[in-house]
């Protein structure tokens, strides 16, 4: 048997950015905590994994949220996903960090940001997925474009941080429904099980849900079945009817319909420009 993966690969570099890739399997001895972040960055799970940050709550990660970590920020994970821990995270140098934070109204002193994660557009999704491709294939070479996507992108996710519920009752319906629904969207699921599952009636559920992520229940499944598709686009050479059944689809018009309604564009048309920003 292979050794488990781990590793944690800086795949563009700047004075003012770094771009990298971090791949961790789950039976990698060390997956729990493989340290502190080295950077002020901004991160795209491709996989879903649950995180704890130092003396805070823990929270989901997927693919539907960006995450954010301070440099020498410590946390922890857990295991949702069978593939592990899989993401492509974005660093800018500290002063521009700080710099973009303040420009958004919010307040920062020696650490840039003060959320843990917060909401991903299709648009935004969609713009790192493509500049991390361009980047890693060697398509893409204009380090003034790549800086300035970066720090786009940067705007962005800020404009999308969202603070933990204080309510801790409610934090914790809402972690649970995610961890579910981030561990099983490709499975058939209703309502009413979904609330059999979290101990919580459905009315009370889908309230709080909506409340604390900006979401309906089923909005957030499809979202998340949607990005998953795209990474199935991108990484495999799977046919569009197989990837759409794989994600619940029940015909690969569906999935076609629903791609092109959040990211303006089909997957046939991604695939093949898949190495241009």
């Not at 954010?68 to 140098?93: H, K, L, M, P, T």
């Not at 934070?101 to 299709?122: N, Q």
């Not at 970066?150 to 961890?179: C, T």
């Amino acid at each position: 048997m292979s050794e488990p993966l781990f590793s944690n690969t800086i795949v563009y570099e700047s004075a003012l950015i770094r771009i990298g890739a971090f791949r961790c399997d789950r039976t990698y001895s060390g997956f729990r905590n493989t340290g502190p972040a080295q950077n002020d960055c901004f991160v795209f799970p491709r996989t879903a994994v649950q995180i704890e940050h130092e003396d805070a709550p823990p929270f989901v990660a997927s693919l539907n949220v960006v995450t954010f970590y301070n440099r020498s920020q410590v946390y922890e994970r857990r295991e949702i996903s069978v593939r592990g821990d899989r993401c492509d995270w974005f660093a800018v140098r500290r002063d521009l960090a700080l710099e973009a934070v303040r420009a958004s109204g919010a307040e920062a002193e020696d650490a840039p940001f003060r959320w843990h994660r917060g909401r991903c557009e299709a648009k935004t999704y969609l713009l790192q997925r493509r500049l991390f491709e361009a980047v890693t294939a060697g398509g893409l070479h204009d380090s003034i474009a790549i800086e300035e996507t970066v720090l786009l992108l940067l705007d962005r996710v800020i404009g999308g941080a969202i603070a933990a519920p204080e309510d801790g009752r409610k934090r914790s319906l809402v972690h649970d429904v995610e961890r579910l629904l981030a561990s099983r969207f490709d499975q058939h699921l209703d309502l009413a099980r979904i609330a059999d599952q979290v101990g919580a009636s459905p009315y009370h559920l889908c309230r709080v849900f909506r409340e604390f992520t900006g979401f309906a229940v089923h909005q957030y499944l499809r979202q998340l079945r949607i990005r998953h598709g795209l990474e199935s686009v991108l990484e495999t050479a799977d046919p569009l009817c197989r990837i759409a059944v794989d994600l619940g689809f029940t015909h690969h018009s569906h999935f076609t319909n629903a791609f092109r309604r959040d990211f303006e564009i089909t997957p046939s048309v991604l695939r093949s420009s898949r190495f241009r920003c």
